[in-house]
């Protein structure tokens, strides 16, 4: 472990330019350099390299980060190897240090459930060729899908036999800790007062059907050891596999290492869920992972788009097919860290679905959470019961290729054409349509691509593009209002903060509204710790000064932010950006507040990356591409963007609040409880008021 001071010391003498300038060709262009991305193929630079800011980006594939990120990447080196490798560079000597015992227990816990993962996918792998269960029941099945030997050992499909306990008596045979193979998901511990197991085998079999049964059972066997002060009964444990007499399909990380488990069940019996999935572990954290980037991300690059389909099956067959650019969002719907995963490889996806009707709502979805996220997203849904993986096997290769390059839609022809076909004649339902597809282009946030959006759309409607760029404003502006996001370059715009917004939308918009938490809230009040936490401002204090003039009180703006979340007790969400925070907290008592440097260089890495990605966001990436128009304007409003940020905040916890008592008032509960709900409600209705009455105020002035 290297030292702290001398990784400072790294950071220092490794300017980015330098150390990204042994690779890239960088030229001057403003206070930036450019040059053409390392990362990705491109001709025309996205490539940027901030000296000031000490970081790169490149607007093509989204990497970023500061040198020592740019030598990870492309050097392919961990972090300390990455320190190591600049410390030479820049003739720094380092003293190693030992590693503290928690930074080692928490490295050991995450190898050892590696180790264990890849041991489990050996073992699963061997039964599928060396027992007769395996053979018949697991290859059998394998072969009958019409999966191909060199397709079933790229992917390391398994079978794990059917008695109960095999696996996890294998592999503590070979030395593994029972603690890992538990915490890797791969084993169930049961423990029982009375030591009665075959009740517990019974209370398991039910409880196979879902996950969150699974994790109930295990939640309760960990309170009771846990928990010191229960009377010691003699505790009985035992261990059973999770994924017995089932297909295994490993779960490969970006880096090609198992990391979970989905398992399919060849039982017919209804009780049985067809798949279930590792748990949620150190190693495994569903939202952020996709089956088969490993093996797509190469092609993905190289094809620039991703395809995206349902199952683990659907990805097997299509890289059978000679279509390697796939994955798959397995046992979640789409999230946001999985589009984001995508992102590091193109900015194109193309969402392969079935043409079943969830399976079109799971594609309207999902366009707009790619599109939100500045993506290109094209679809293709399969005619209703088909599959990618039926499909594929019905045709030739070639055949199938080009389905899928012929029958690929923009998402504007493919809304239009689903949705026209009970349109027609009626023009109410066309108006319907028309807001629906304008809703989604508001999502994109380049203005570039949305007004290319638009013509497209007035091409295909026949609806004239004024008509529509004034539709696409108002919901523009009014999901401005409703982020109160940074403000934009003409402020008339927050001018028009109405707190009848809510009730103006329709409850379908009111619920999503809702149901969002407040993470771009929280997220905009971290960009402004960031970028200005250290800019002074100006504050009236209390009272008057001996000319009567009011007090004026210079203050860093993160003091302010402080002062304003701690006044009503408001915590982030998002722990990532509570640690942040945190930091901000603890450094401020020294009356000190640390800029993005201190959290570039941080320990965690995660941290480090989310300032990088703040600290270039769009508003300074105009910066970047144009002078300095947008950072001067938020710079002189920093105030106002500050209260913006803050106040949209706590507004959204009040409408969550509200949106509660309102759900309880619907179910009719009992009279008092009916006057208190209403008090409650009044009270914090009145505090909304007063909430945007002073933001109307602050901006105005
Ligand atoms: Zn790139």
Not at 187 to 192: C, K, L, M, Q, R
Not at 413 to 434: C, H, W, Y
Not at 448 to 456: A, C, H, N, P, Q
Not at 513 to 531: F, K, P, T, V
Request: negative net charge; hydrophobic residues 35%; charged residues 25%.
């Amino acid at each position: 472990m290297i030292n702290k001071l001398d990784i400072d010391k790294i950071f220092e003498a490794a300017r980015v330019e330098e150390v990204v300038g042994d690779y890239v060709t960088l030229k001057k262009r403003g206070v930036n350099l450019i040059g053409l991305c390392p990362f990705h193929d491109e001709k025309t630079p996205s490539f940027y390299v901030s000296p000031i800011k000490g970081i790169y980006k490149c607007f093509g594939c989204g990497k970023g980060g500061h040198a020592i990120n740019f030598v990870m990447e492309k050097e392919m080196l961990s972090y300390p190897d990455a320190l190591r490798q600049l410390a030479k560079k820049y003739n720094i000597e380092i003293a190693e240090e030992q590693q503290s015992p928690e930074d080692l227990q928490i490295q050991n816990t995450r190898e050892s459930l590696f180790l264990v993962s890849a041991f489990a996918q050996k073992c699963f792998s061997e039964n599928l060729y060396q027992t007769d269960e395996g053979k018949s029941i697991g290859y059998g099945y394998l072969k009958e899908r019409g999966f191909r030997e060199d397709i079933i050992q790229k992917f390391q499909l398994g079978y794990s036999l059917t008695n109960r306990s095999a696996f996890t008596e294998f592999a503590i045979k070979a030395g593994y800790k029972t603690e890992y193979i538990v915490k890797a998901g791969l084993t169930i511990e049961y423990t029982s007062q009375s030591g009665n197991t075959k009740s517990i085998i019974e209370k398991e079999e039910e409880g196979n059907q879902s996950d969150e049964k699974f994790a109930e059972v295990e939640k309760n066997t960990n309170a009771t050891q846990n928990n010191p002060s229960l009377p010691l009964k003699p505790l009985a444990s035992s261990y059973l596999d999770r994924f017995w007499g089932r297909v295994l399909f490993p779960i490969h990380n970006v880096t090609g290492r198992v990391i979970a488990f989905g398992g399919r069940s060849l039982r017919t019996d209804k009780k049985t869920a067809k798949y279930i999935n590792s748990p949620e572990t150190d190693i495994y954290h569903k939202s952020e992972i996709l089956y088969g980037i490993f093996f797509a991300k190469k092609e993905i690059v190289s094809q620039d788009n991703c395809f995206l389909v349902e199952g683990y099956t659907d990805v097997i067959s299509m890289h059978q097919s000679g279509i390697e650019n796939v994955v798959a969002s397995s046992g979640t719907s789409l999230t946001v860290g999985q589009i984001k995963l995508i992102r590091r490889f193109s900015k194109n996806i193309t969402i392969l679905y079935d043409g079943d009707s969830a399976g079109i709502k799971a594609s309207f979805r999902g366009i707009d959470l790619i599109l939100e996220e500045g993506m290109n997203v094209k679809v293709l849904l399969f005619p209703d019961g088909e599959d990618p993986d039926s499909y594929s096997k019905r045709m030739s290769n070639d055949e199938f290729k080009s389905f899928i390059k012929n029958n690929s839609k923009d998402f504007i022809s493919f809304k239009t054409n689903l949705l026209m076909g009970d349109v027609q004649n009626n023009p109410i339902r066309k108006a319907e349509l028309i807001k629906e597809i304008v809703l989604s282009i508001a999502l994109i946030p380049e203005a570039i691509y949305r007004s290319v959006y638009v013509k497209e759309c007035s091409r295909i409607l026949d609806i004239e593009e004024h008509i529509l760029l004034n539709e696409l404003n108002k919901l523009r502006s009014k999901k401005f209002n409703e982020k109160n996001t940074a403000p934009s370059p003409s402020p008339s715009v927050i001018l028009n903060k109405d707190e009848n917004v809510l009730e103006q939308q329709t409850s379908e918009e009111k619920k999503q509204l809702l149901d969002a938490s407040g993470e771009h809230q929280e997220r905009d009040i971290i960009r402004l710790l960031l970028n200005y936490g250290k800019n002074i401002v100006i504050v009236e204090g209390e009272g008057l000064d001996e000319d009567g003039q009011p007090i004026s009180i210079n203050i860093s703006l993160a003091a302010l932010i402080i002062h304003e979340l701690q006044h009503d007790n408001i915590l982030f969400e998002n722990l990532l950006y509570q640690n942040i925070y945190n930091e901000f907290v603890t450094h401020l008592v020294d009356d000190k507040v640390p800029d993005y440097n201190f959290f570039i260089s941080h320990k965690s890495t995660e941290i480090s990356y989310l300032t990088v990605d703040l600290i270039s966001s769009p508003y300074i990436l105009s910066n970047w591409k144009k002078n300095s128009i947008f950072t001067t304007m938020e710079e002189d409003i920093l105030k106002k963007s500050m209260y913006n940020a803050v106040y949209a905040l706590k507004n959204r916890r009040l409408e969550v609040m509200i949106h509660d008592i309102q759900k309880r008032l619907k179910e009719n509960p009992p009279e008092e409880e009916t006057m208190t709900l209403l008090q409650t409600q009044q009270g914090l209705l009145e505090t909304k008021k007063t909430l945007n009455a002073f933001l109307g105020r602050v901006i105005v002035k």
